[in-house]
């Protein structure tokens, strides 16, 4: 956790960990969309995570990480940069449709500042994984993207793994099972960040 603290802090800084059950909970959860991307706005609405009017923007980035993951399969590299300009467009849609409100002093936020801030996790953190999936990174994560213990993995293998955390950090981000719902009283922004960092860093 504390290379993982090194990836957060800018933002939020260091916080309290989650507890082990939550932990363990969330990769669950997360396993779960993650094994059906095309429908992760679908799944958060359909648990009350979000609320409904925004599942179709979750869905598309959903779509965008099947994607990266069917070029990963052909050995086509989905560049940041190009994973970037997606998610600029997905984050466009929502401010043309919806009032973003983001109270600073308690990092508290409505539905569409919950969204946007999960589409810019979703840049940073694929560019991240990304770049501690290369050969000679010095990214401080590049050392434990070998798969399998010690056995030294190639690119696209590391690459998958970096893709999973990246995506363990999206999804995480806004079903935080204790911050709130943005469309009754705020999201503890915070505080989810917290917890999607600790379960990324929790994948194998």
């Known amino acids: ?18 507890t082990l059950s939550q932990s363990n909970t969330g990769i669950v959860y997360t396993d779960g969309i993650y094994s059906d991307l095309l429908n992760a706005g679908n799944t958060l609405s359909s648990d009350n995570y979000i609320d409904d009017s925004f599942s179709s923007y979750y869905n598309n980035l959903g779509q965008l990480f099947q994607d990266v993951l069917d070029s990963i399969d052909l050995q086509i590299d989905y560049t940041p940069q190009d994973f970037s300009t997606k998610v600029d467009l997905i984050i466009n849609e929502i401010e043309a449709s919806h009032n973003v ?13 919950k969204a946007i801030i999960t589409l810019e996790i ?3 953190s694929y560019s991240y994984w990304h770049d501690a999936s290369v050969t000679n990174s010095t990214n401080p994560w590049a050392s434990h993207m070998d798969i399998h213990a ?27 099972p204790t911050c709130g719902r943005g469309d009754q ?5 915070r505080g989810a960040w917290n917890y999607a960092g600790d379960q990324s860093s929790a994948v194998q």
């Open 185 to 189: 009283g705020g999201y503890d922004l």
């Open 150 to 176: 010690k056995v030294q993995a190639g690119f696209w293998d590391k690459l998958w793994l970096g893709v999973r955390k990246a995506a363990t950090d999206v999804w995480s981000f806004p079903s935080c």
């Open 101 to 113: 409100s983001l109270n600073e002093s308690n990092w508290s936020g409505s539905e569409a500042a």
């Open 122 to 124: 979703a840049k940073a």
């Open 1 to 18: 956790m504390e290379t993982a603290d090194g990836y957060i802090d800018p933002v939020f800084g260091n916080l309290n960990a989650t």
